[in-house]
């Protein structure tokens, strides 16, 4: 037998001094309560009511029961509102400031399709890891080496007029022994400041023979973008970051950074198992699946066929 709903017919009996309004209460047809108050009677082994015409009237073991069941149906209740303030409730998710407006706009969108009501919060990469691990947010994009990436994003070098096809090498950024003037800079924005993508670029601006200078670090995205605008910079960046900044991106010719992102979640969280389904659109939002969209943009990505062994194009 069902025996929250027979405590709840029982409860809603009681409280109405019926079967006929009881049954209205509980928003069932009166015969169903009866069935339900028989049933449960049957089960405790003694009648709960004394029926009369109009009435129904608590036997001593009926108002010795009540109080218990009275308590099933209220923890029945609490159990129910919690579950559904549990569904309401924001699923906090610290991502890159890489991620557009529109990109985590859709994100939402589609983590509401499937019953998540996601609350991203945007934090540099330490922030990020930070936040986790004090469970103030239930999960992260952390940022990880490739080999440990689920979202690998290829990076190349940024420039606000056409550099032509091919790639662009590190190395043509070397100023001559005669050559006056400032030296081109290729900036990293906070999210590329992290070790598996600043060492090695600090590392191919010593072999070829860049000044210190020349690999600089910008506070935000937006310094980033205006020293680029402003001056025959380059930045450090992803082909969808480019196009919606307005720039010309090549591949770098010496090698390919990458930045890496795995999901996270907090020690205590258990994530929605819908959260799986939404690899995709995280994978777009951090812009590690756009190089093959964007074949077709030839002021956004390479020319078809060329290769940093023979390609040689300088900045």
Do not use: K
């Amino acid at each position: 037998m069902d025996l929250l709903g027979a405590c709840r017919a029982f409860v809603s009996v009681s409280d109405h001094n019926g079967f006929t309004d009881g049954a209205a209460a509980a928003g069932v047809s009166q015969p169903v309560v009866s069935r339900r108050v028989a049933a449960l009677e049957e089960l405790l082994g003694a009648r709960l009511f004394e029926r009369t015409v109009r009435r129904a009237v608590l036997t001593s073991f009926g108002r010795e029961m009540l109080p218990h069941a009275r308590r099933l149906v209220e923890d029945a209740d609490g159990l129910l509102h919690e579950a559904a303030a549990a569904h309401r409730r924001p699923w906090r998710l610290a991502v890159p400031d890489i991620c557009t407006t529109s990109g985590l706009a859709r994100l939402i969108a589609d983590a509401r399709g499937l019953g998540i009501a996601l609350e991203p919060r945007t934090e540099p990469p330490a922030r990020r890891a930070e936040l986790l691990l004090a469970g103030r947010v239930q999960a992260a994009l952390l940022a990880v080496p490739a080999a440990e990436a689920v979202w690998p994003v290829p990076l190349g070098l940024a420039a606000a007029e056409d550099p032509g096809e091919g790639y662009l090498h590190v190395e043509t950024l070397r100023l001559g022994r005669t050559e006056r003037g400032p030296a081109r800079r290729i900036w990293l924005q906070p999210e590329d400041d992290v070790p598996h993508v600043r060492d090695p670029l600090a590392r191919l601006r010593d072999a070829v023979g860049l000044r210190p200078a020349q690999l600089a670090r910008a506070q935000d995205l937006t310094t980033a973008a205006a020293e680029v605008h402003a001056a025959p910079d380059l930045l450090l960046c992803s082909v969808a970051q480019a196009r919606a900044l307005g720039l010309y991106w090549r591949p770098m010719g010496e090698f390919t950074p990458l930045r890496g992102y795995v999901l996270r979640t907090a020690a205590h969280v258990s994530p929605p198992p819908a959260l799986t389904r939404l690899g995709v659109r995280l994978g777009h939002c951090l812009g590690a699946d756009t190089a093959g969209e964007d074949a077709d943009h030839p002021d956004l990505v390479p020319a078809p066929g060329t290769d940093p062994a023979t390609e040689g194009v300088g900045a």
